[in-house]
């Protein structure tokens, strides 16, 4: 298993996702095919008092890359998301029956010739400290991910229900 049980990784601390604009209180409850190795992600968040739910499904690229998939979703008006997406890191937990406390997920691509970049920090924890939070971009950071710090907006948990 490369990413979260359904027990894990849920809680989406920190993004970059054009995609987001106006979500709070994202979760991504993650379920792992081992038939084939891909994922099925419950990806819900609330825009404003309305919850809205979509299924992306990652489909493993190859044998050789095993953190790198492509992410597809159905998203509202029948278009069809489409982005290359790495497991940029993840951090084993102390309790085996919850597989990772964290993950990191990157995902680019360009349409219409626009780049579209997404950068995701999830954990398992409904709120992390600052350090905690810290600690995973610089993971992310010396895995060689690159980005704007100005356009990564932090949940803050408490907005939520």
């Known amino acids: ?40 992600t419950a990806f819900k968040v609330d825009y404003g008092p309305l919850p809205f739910t979509i299924i992306e499904q ?44 964290n993950a990191i997920l990157y995902s680019c691509n360009s349409i219409l010739g626009l780049p579209v970049k997404e950068l995701i920090f999830i954990t398992r924890a409904r709120e992390v400290d600052k350090a905690t939070l810290a600690a995973l971009e610089q993971r992310a950071r010396d895995a060689g991910v690159v980005w704007d710090a100005d356009l990564l907006k932090h949940q803050d948990w408490s907005e939520c229900k």
């Open 1 to 40: 298993m490369l990413l979260c049980s359904v027990r894990a990784c849920r809680y989406q601390q920190a993004y970059i996702d054009p995609a987001q604009i106006g979500a709070k209180c994202a979760t991504m409850n993650t379920t792992v095919d081992d038939s084939d190795g891909s994922l099925r």
């Open 58 to 101: 990652y489909a493993p690229h190859d044998q050789v890359n095993v953190a790198y998939y492509i992410k597809t979703a159905k998203m509202p008006g029948a278009k069809l998301l489409t982005l290359p997406t790495v497991v940029v890191d993840i951090q084993n937990s102390t309790d085996p029956s919850f597989g990772y406390d």
